[in-house]
């Protein structure tokens, strides 16, 4: 592969990220979100997925054939205690609305079942691209941890603009988590057998994790700052 040819589709990949988050991001400026509009988002994702694939299949192809039961049942069992805490979490905790109220965007954190079609499709979505950019890098012959490093630049780039959208302490915040669950997405991806399906199920699941631990936190804080019972 020459330089000009990797150039040319890492850029082809950051157009179709920009493209997709710019469209994701005007369409809920609109009211079209993830929780009121399921199904209009998650054709969103969708339609930008369909390019990703259908560039770069030769090289998708053979990671997409080779998929075993391992990654499958550990997909399931995300998605299993994705909706065993949907269901139990909000009978056990107070709902916190003045965060959810802060951070309106931030859809997890409703523990809505509209929320997970959408997040689907846009986590598939981000998965094609990393996927896609990560056996492009490995292509040209550098080592796993080069790849990582390589990955970490581009994707931390591709990144910033949520500073501009979303505000600079929310937009730091996913940023640094982002860029820290994706440091193991090339490593899966290039060293685990049907990786990117682990690497599908972490990063869908991360959100899980994170509105969990927010509700948690919030209804600990919310009990500390209650004046004591007489």
Not at 117 to 139: D, N, Y
Not at 154 to 179: C, E, K, N, Q, T
Not at 180 to 194: E, G, K
Request: hydrophobic letters at 55%; proline letters at 6%; one cysteine or more.
């Amino acid at each position: 592969m020459t330089f000009l040819s990797l150039v040319t589709q890492i850029g082809g990949l950051a157009l179709l990220w920009l493209a997709c988050w710019g469209a994701s991001f005007g369409m809920i400026r609109r009211g079209v979100t993830y929780i009121e509009h399921p199904a209009r988002t998650s054709a969103l994702f969708l339609t930008f997925s369909m390019p990703v694939v259908v560039l770069h299949w030769p090289r998708l192809e053979p990671m997409m054939s080779k998929i075993t039961a391992a990654p499958l049942v550990t997909l399931l069992l995300a998605i299993a205690l994705t909706l065993t805490s949907y269901a139990v979490v909000p009978g056990l905790l107070r709902r916190p609305e003045a965060l959810i109220a802060r951070h309106p965007a931030e859809f997890y954190l409703r523990m809505d079942y509209r929320y997970l079609l959408p997040k689907s499709f846009e986590v598939l979505f981000q998965q094609l691209v990393i996927l896609a950019l990560t056996l492009l890098l490995a292509e040209t012959g550098l080592s796993v941890m080069a790849v990582v490093f390589a990955f970490l630049g581009i994707f931390g780039v591709l990144h910033l603009p949520i500073l501009l959208v979303i505000g600079r302490g929310p937009g730091l915040s996913y940023g640094i988590a982002s860029m820290t669950l994706a440091a193991a997405f090339p490593v899966l991806i290039l060293r685990v057998h049907s990786g990117f399906l682990y690497s599908y199920a972490a990063h869908w699941f991360f959100y899980t994790v994170v509105a969990v631990l927010a509700w948690v936190a919030w209804n600990r804080g919310a009990e500390a700052a209650e004046p004591p019972r007489s």
